[in-house]
């Protein structure tokens, strides 16, 4: 026998028990509030990790010296930037960096580091930019005497990656613009091939908008120090100098975006050409959040930039080329 509560002739109405008609506009109004207001519906942000001073300093008295990428001028785990005018250099000197990385072999006069302070082979991801493959494959190889092809070419680490830009211009719905895209798929590539060093030629490639702008600057520079902690990874920039006088000394005003990019960097050094000989460089170190600022406008490095034999003396079971055929500092 039917429940005569729920039962007017023929109707049955007890698929209504729990029904409200209410519902539907309740959940409406609900939706319209998250999408105005959505930080009354967000969980509280849970950003800050506190400690007492004290115990800070305890914790990284425990940690291991500062590992030297290239001597005080840059260090593990820092967002650190070189920075020249075009034509002086600094992607040779980029390459040469991520190949003593990718070997273990500090470059002079940093062959030499402080107990603790060496560095294991590094698995280096090399962003390049500037170079076609012909061009790079020319500088680190030896060219016929008609130019047309080139032979003896160097033996890079296996550990050391090159990348170049592959995009067919369209922007995937749901990034934000270019640069968006573009360091979603370098997390993707760092984490693919296991990275410990980025390292980016160069910064203006990063963005669509100039990075003359501060806002762009910043925003990239803030990028890569994101990338740095998330990955615990060391990135190197290579950046521009705007327009300038060559005879002058290279300061941190002389880098493009210099206030902002100077800002969030951990280190900055600039390659500058010497007056004295077309084929001599000098780094001066610029900025130093780690430690105290040794090579200066008194103490700077002085380097001869051409091809020369980097492979000869090198203690290896590989089959390693000798000849004079990396383009580089010595």
Known sequence: MRDSMFETGDQDYGSIIGWDPHKEMIEKIIAEDRKKFPKAFAPEPQMLFVQSAREHMKNSIK???????????????????????????????????????????????????????????????????????????RRYSIETEDGRKTRDHYRFSPNLLRAELFWDGKLIDGYDDFTDMLFTDIENKITEHRADVLICDNITFLS?????????????????????????????????????????????????????????????FALGKSSLAPDLRYIKQIKSRNGPVKYESDNILVYRLAKFDLAAGRATRARAVRAENFFGYS
């Open 63 to 137: 940690w291991a010296p500062m590992k030297q990428l290239f001597g005080p001028l840059w260090l593990a785990e820092e967002v650190a930037v070189l920075f020249s005018t075009p034509g002086v250099g600094k992607t040779a000197l980029a390459v040469q960096i991520a190949e003593s990385l990718a070997r273990g072999v500090p470059i002079a006069p940093f062959n030499n580091p402080l107990p603790g302070c060496g560095i294991r082979p590094q698995r280096v991801l090399y962003i390049d930019f500037e170079l076609t493959r012909p061009q790079f494959t």
């Open 208 to 268: 669509q908008s100039s990075t003359a702008n501060a806002s762009v600057a910043f925003r990239l520079m803030n990028r890569f120090q994101q990338l740095k902690k998330s990955n615990f990874i060391s990135i190197l920039v290579v950046a521009h100098t705007p327009k300038r006088r060559e005879h002058m000394p290279l300061t941190e005003r002389d880098l493009q975006g210099s206030i902002d990019i100077t800002k969030v960097a951990d280190s900055v």
